[in-house]
Structures are given as structure tokens and as C-alpha cells.
């Protein structure tokens, strides 16, 4: 993928009274309970571009989604929360709209003051959004003179915010975050640093196919836990007990670890339980599970083990947790490994995080940000990135 245009790359004065509209990611976790955000990382990472746009006295507009709302208004996705979160951080208000489409709201803006920050309601209240309806992409292209995609977690998507209001801009360029990330990856892809290691976990191998493909060739090491590791066990023969597997991709796992067997690294015990739950009874199971019982976690040798591989320096790439983490006494797994990846950052390795699973596991095991290189804000994206796919709004940037 060619180099992409940045904001920077534009003078400062290049913005000073246009409209310029900012596709960001700000699908974050909200705590409905007490109306507050759970994690407001994807907000923060998108502030340099914020600041940067307000400083050059441009007038901006933040498009969004948040969750799946599948084309209807639902109060509990409103963005109104996160504009309140974002005046909090920026220090200065931000107008929020939720009428935006057929209404004069473009004119509106010409009388705004030159550093003014609106957000508008969530995009995916209307269908016509992830249809890229042509009509619904002019409307929102008529709000902005410049387009700024700063939403590389959204990019793998032809939606009309991220794609099809494009083509009625001069301009369209990509924000500082979307820059790092493409930065970032293209790097892991092309020339990473050796060793490679690789780290996998999460429930499904599925959605990664392409990106391990294309990974297993490059990496000195794959490590693989949470459901992940189950289907490699099960392929080998290993009683896996009741835990999650995916029967579809046996024959697939089967013929990568006979090619790879050098390379992948899997758990040898793990923490295991009858049930699924927080107060579940569980215990340590060697590398065959008992029937009745089902792996959460990776065992404690097995924790060991891939301490002594996550080392550094290097070049080292983690996606999914080790286990159901969100539980406390199946979280051992995924704090060792997020805080053996922060050691070995300090020890000189560049670290990607990939996933909103690993990200919130960073946070539980409190490593700081400034202890991994990079904190992907990419999921799907980020995967289909890696697996060899063109992502829409990264290809339609100048």
C-alpha cells in the first residue's frame, strides 16, 4: 500500500475556516449503569488530530458509530456521552447534533467560529450508512470541505462515512493515528525485527485465517492460547474435554501445524472448571482435560513457558487474550503474557497490541501505554490488514 497523505503534510493555514469532517472510531465500552465510559482509549488516540485541526482554526466535524444499532435510534447508543467526554478532555465544548441529514445544518456551520468541534449523532442510526447509500454520502459530504479518516478500526468497511462520501472531496487524508497504525503494520508485514513472535489467543481462529497465514511465514514463534489453542489440541489428539473448538477448521490447523510445528508453541495445562461462570470452582488440568471440564485459562507451566519465550528485544505482535480474563481467577494467563510483553519493551522489542479484548487486558493487568510500543485500535481491520486485504477507506486516502 502506497504512502498515504497526512494532515500534517498540509500547512496549518491550509485549514483555517474550512469544515473538515473527521471519520473517527469512537465505539467505545459504555457502562450503562451509571452512564459512564468504560474505556475511553479510542477517544484519546484521536486527539492529536483534534488538537492539531483546532489550532489551525478549522471547524470540525466528528462523524462516529457506536455499537450495532442496525439503522435505528437506540438511546442507550446515542453519542451524546462521548461528546461530554470529549469536551472534558479537549477542555472546550463540543456541539452536539442529532439531526444532521436534510436539514440546513452545512449553512449552520459557515457561522460557526473558526475552532469549533461538533460531533454528530451516531451515523449507524441510519441504514442508509452501512448500505453507502449514494444519497446518504452526499449529505454527509456536504458538511465538510476536507475529509480526514481517523478511523483505521473502521476502514475494512465500504460504509458511506468511511468510503463512499469520499469521492465528492479534493482532499482526503488521513489522520496521526491512522498513519501510526498503517506505520505500525506495514512494518510487522514487510521487514519486523527478528525474533518474531507472534502471540495469539481469543475464541475464534476463523477470523484470522489470512492474517496467521500470512504471519506463520514470517514469525520465529507463534504462541497460541484461549480457544485458539483448543482447535490445535484437538487436531493433535489431544482430549480438550468440553472446551471450545472449531470443528471447521481442524483439517486447516492440522495441515499449518505439520508445516509449522517448529514455529507453534501450546499450552501444556491449563485452568479448567465444570462450569461457566465467575464463581465457579476450577483447578489445574495437565495437557489432557478431563471429560466434564473445560479449559478458561492456561496453566501455570504453561504461563512459565511462554514467559521464557517473550523476551526481546524483537519485533512481537499480540492479539486475544490467553483466557476468559474478564473473570478474575482465569486472568493469571493474560496478565503474565500483557505484563512479559511490557518487560520486553523495555528490553528493546517494538510491541503491537491488536484487539479491544487485548487492550482492556493491558488495562487489568496495569501496564502503561508508554510500555507498549504500539496499542492497535484496530480489530477486524487490523486483522484483515494483515491477512493480505485492501481495506476501502485506507485505499480511497490521497
Not at 492539531?52 to 471547524?59: E, N, P, S, T
Not at 470541505?145 to 481517523?150: F, G
Not at 519486523?192 to 506463520?216: C, M, Q, R, T
Request: net charge negative.
Amino acid at each position: 500500500m502506497n504512502k498515504k497523505k497526512v494532515i500534517s503534510d498540509f500547512p496549518k493555514s491550509f485549514y483555517k475556516g474550512k469544515k473538515v469532517f473527521v471519520r473517527v472510531d469512537f465505539n467505545v465500552p459504555i457502562n450503562l449503569e451509571n452512564d459512564s465510559i468504560r474505556e475511553d482509549y479510542r477517544i484519546r488516540r484521536a486527539l492529536p488530530t483534534i488538537d492539531f485541526l483546532i489550532d489551525a482554526g478549522a471547524k470540525v466535524i466528528l462523524g462516529s458509530h457506536l455499537g450495532r444499532p442496525k439503522g435505528k435510534i437506540v438511546k442507550d447508543l446515542s453519542l451524546n456521552i462521548v461528546a461530554k467526554r470529549l469536551s472534558e478532555l479537549i477542555d472546550k465544548k463540543v456541539v452536539f447534533v442529532e439531526d444532521f441529514i436534510g436539514s440546513e445544518l452545512s449553512k449552520k456551520l459557515d457561522d460557526l467560529s473558526d475552532g469549533s468541534v461538533i460531533m454528530l449523532e451516531n451515523l449507524r442510526f441510519h441504514k442508509e450508512e452501512t448500505e453507502n447509500d449514494s444519497g446518504f454520502s452526499s449529505e454527509l459530504a456536504k458538511l465538510g470541505d476536507v475529509y480526514v479518516n481517523e478511523a483505521f478500526g473502521t476502514s475494512h468497511r465500504a460504509h458511506c462515512s468511511t468510503y463512499g462520501m469520499t469521492k465528492d472531496f479534493v482532499d482526503k487524508i488521513s489522520g496521526f493515528l491512522v498513519d501510526k497504525e498503517l506505520s505500525f503494520v506495514s512494518k510487522m508485514m514487510r521487514t519486523p525485527e527478528h525474533p518474531f513472535l507472534v502471540i495469539i489467543g481469543g475464541s475464534k481462529i476463523k477470523d484470522k485465517i489470512s492474517a496467521l497465514g500470512n504471519l506463520l511465514e514470517s514469525a520465529d514463534k507463534i504462541l497460541v492460547g484461549g480457544g485458539a489453542a483448543y482447535t490445535f489440541l484437538k487436531a493433535n489428539g489431544v482430549n480438550i474435554g468440553d472446551s471450545i473448538y472449531e470443528e471447521e477448521m481442524i483439517d486447516w490447523v492440522k495441515d499449518v501445524f505439520n508445516k509449522y510445528k517448529e514455529k507453534i508453541i501450546l499450552p501444556i495445562d491449563h485452568i479448567v472448571s465444570k462450569d461457566f461462570n465467575k464463581s465457579s470452582q476450577c483447578s489445574i488440568s495437565d495437557i489432557s482435560i478431563p471429560s466434564g471440564h473445560m479449559a478458561l485459562d492456561i496453566g501455570p507451566k504453561t504461563i512459565e513457558l511462554f514467559n521464557s519465550i517473550i523476551k526481546g528485544p524483537g519485533y512481537i505482535f499480540w492479539n486475544g487474550p490467553m483466557g476468559v480474563f474478564e473473570f478474575e481467577q482465569y486472568s493469571s494467563g493474560t496478565i503474565h503474557v500483557a505484563r512479559a510483553v511490557a518487560l520486553a519493551t523495555w528490553r528493546g522489542a517494538t510491541s503491537v497490541v491488536g484487539g479491544g479484548e487485548t487492550i482492556a487486558a493491558i488495562r487489568k493487568a496495569e501496564v502503561l501505554e508508554s510500555e507498549i510500543s504500539h496499542m492497535s485500535t484496530g480489530g477486524g481491520a487490523l486483522l484483515e490488514y494483515l491477512g493480505g486485504s485492501s481495506l476501502p477507506g485506507i485505499e480511497i486516502l490521497d
